[in-house]
């Protein structure tokens, strides 16, 4: 499945931007700040962004969930 692959709901960041592919996803997680990237949360949305990206299927679901989990985990940080 290609980077450019449309989740199924588009991702909504606070601002009111919205993540609608996994490339716009990857690239929101590579202009965090390195240290963050590094954090459990966003290492496992990186996971399931490149199986996604592999593998297609039920893991275009996976990928969303956890970049919604890790979204809200650096929300509640704020």
């Known amino acids: ?3 450019s692959a ?3 709901e588009p991702i909504a960041l ?3 931007r919205k993540l609608l592919t996994l490339q716009e996803a990857a690239d929101h ?3 965090l700040p ?3 990237q590094h954090a459990p ?3 496992t949305a990186i996971e399931t962004l ?3 990206a592999e593998t297609g299927g039920g893991w275009m679901m996976f990928a969303r969930i956890a ?3 890790a979204l809200n985990a650096d929300a509640g940080r704020s």
Do not use: C, N, S, Y
């Open 1 to 3: 499945m290609p980077w």
């Open 6 to 8: 449309a989740f199924d």
């Open 14 to 16: 606070r601002g009111g």
């Open 29 to 31: 997680i590579m202009r």
């Open 34 to 36: 390195e240290d963050a």
């Open 41 to 43: 949360h966003w290492q």
């Open 50 to 52: 490149i199986h996604a």
């Open 67 to 69: 970049m919604l989990r």
